[in-house]
């Protein structure tokens, strides 16, 4: 049974120095703490970079791109990785503090998971939420090319 997994966290982003820091804080609150953030900066013309430098924590991965759009980011993003497991982030998204812990117990309870799918909620200004869940228990990677039903 695994118990030290390793999550890559990847954060494109692209001015937005006014809301990064919530998420990042989120992810430093995690109950699990086997993790890297890495910040995949798209091009930003803002303070962006300054505010990620004010950070001291050396799981913080900055890097700087030509801007190339959101999925250009993440897939720069993947390259850089050094986990097990990938996450995306959006850098608006915010996590329970329980969300790697929650993540990790499904990997060891299911080993040799190649990829999988937590609940997860919209937040809207109103400060209303919205859960999601995944439609059936039983979707699998064809399912994906019929609908991508993940966040």
Request: aromatic share 10%.
């Amino acid at each position: 049974m695994k118990t030290n997994i390793l999550f890559s966290i990847i954060i494109p982003t692209y001015n937005r120095e006014s809301q990064i820091l919530v998420g990042i804080t989120t992810i430093l609150k995690q109950s699990y703490q086997n993790f890297e953030i890495i910040i995949v900066d798209d091009g930003s013309t803002d303070n962006t970079e300054k505010i990620i430098g004010g950070i001291a924590d050396s799981r913080i991965k900055y890097f700087r791109k030509i801007n190339g759009e959101r999925g250009a980011a993440r897939n720069a993003g993947i390259e850089i990785a050094t986990g097990e497991y990938i996450t995306f982030l959006d850098s608006d998204d915010i996590l329970y503090e329980n969300h790697f812990e929650t993540a990790s117990t499904v990997i060891t309870q299911n080993e040799g998971i190649a990829w999988f799918h937590l609940k997860y909620e919209i937040g809207h200004k109103c400060k209303k939420t919205t859960p999601t869940y995944p439609k059936n228990e039983t979707q699998n990677e064809a399912s994906l090319f019929l609908g991508n039903y993940l966040s």
